[in-house]
């Protein structure tokens, strides 16, 4: 049999996944006082987090207006795969000459700083651009300060360069819904709205990500940002997502190569990390860290071989684990492991991993082909 690693994306699930988001935004709108409509948007950047962002921007065309990504790069590849939904620039352009295939790929931009302002307005432009002019409102990472906000926006909409303006801000700890800072920076940037919100080039603020989206109903705003739960994982890095209704797109999955007793004191991997501490059984999974399978996972993290879950047992190698299935029935080579998927959330080997689901399904190598499903 070829080497039996396999990285399967249920695309049905990112699916499911958006409409989820999207009812969030639709409901709170429709409760909210004012009545304005909420839109969603599908961040799929980073490869839609590691899920393939071609194939998740082909499922979800027609059902997300627009689609999120981090640079013109990654954009252009979407373009080229002849994906025609809008497409907005999360850090905007990295230097002025991108300003020209911002025009030719219809794409909209944030504008972070300063810079990126007197760049818009420096230009002759064929056509006039969306801007989304991101507000540092207590995240500090990227943003003009508030204090510097509406001379920012005045000089944006004063340019013919310029076709609307959205304000936007980044959350620090929308995974903490009773956190200060997240309801200062939602008040902050709904001062700021405000302001401006009777200017004719205003199009709405953007502030939820997916945690604010699920538990903090005062951030939904005219565009939601959702990235991590349309894959299926929570934001809030809970390893039991039951009680969310939102379906793990992503599955890991590899067999038992090896199978073998090892005795009471006697040691298992690089290190000799994991002694058995009584006769045991240990079976070998042809999948490691250069798999994407995290080397830092500590013994006892949960593996599932035949249905059935049993603890990592040492160091994780560049393509082999161990697993303790002394405990199991029916186990022999060439039995199925799911290392995370609909039944081990990545979340909780995150945990075991000290790490986060986001970092492990961003950074699964290219080695083994991801196979979609439910296209
Ligand atoms: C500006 C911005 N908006 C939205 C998102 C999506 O966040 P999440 O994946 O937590 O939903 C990100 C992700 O990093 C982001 O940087």
Known sequence: MPRPISIT???????????????????????SANGHQSNTLAVIKADAYGHGAVATA???DGKAALLAVSSIEEAVSLRQHHIKTSILLLEGCFCPSELSVVNELNLQIVIHNQKQIEDVLAQVLAKPINIWLKIDTGMHRLGIPVSEALRAYTQ???????????????????????????????????????????????????????????????????????GIMLYGISPFNQSDISALPLIPAMTFCSKVIALRRVATGESVGYGAAWTAKRPSVIATVAAGYGDGYPRTAKSGTPV?????????????????????????????????????????????VATWADTLGYELVT?????????????
């Open 9 to 31: 994306v249920d695309l049905d699930a990112i699916r499911q996944n958006f409409a989820y988001a999207n009812a969030l935004g639709v409901n709170a709108s429709e409760s």
């Open 58 to 60: 082909r499922a979800l």
């Open 156 to 226: 944006l909409v004063s340019s013919k360069n310029v076709r609307s303006v959205m304000l936007m801000t980044h959350f620090a700890t929308s995974d903490q819904p009773e956190h200060p800072l997240l309801l200062s920076q939602i008040e902050s940037i709904q001062k700021l709205a405000e302001k401006v919100s009777a200017q004719p080039s205003y199009a709405g603020c953007s502030l939820a990500n997916s945690a604010a989206l699920l538990a903090t109903p005062k951030s939904i705003s005219t565009w939601n940002r959702p």
């Open 304 to 348: 599932m071989i035949n249905g059935q879950i049993a603890p990592l047992a040492g160091r994780v190698s560049m393509d082999m684990l161990c697993v303790d299935v002394t405990q199991l029935i029916d186990i022999s080579e060439g039995s199925p492991v799911e290392l995370w998927g609909k039944n081990i959330p990545v979340n909780d």
């Open 363 to 375: 950074r699964m190598p290219t080695r083994a082909k991801r196979v979609f499903i439910n296209e």
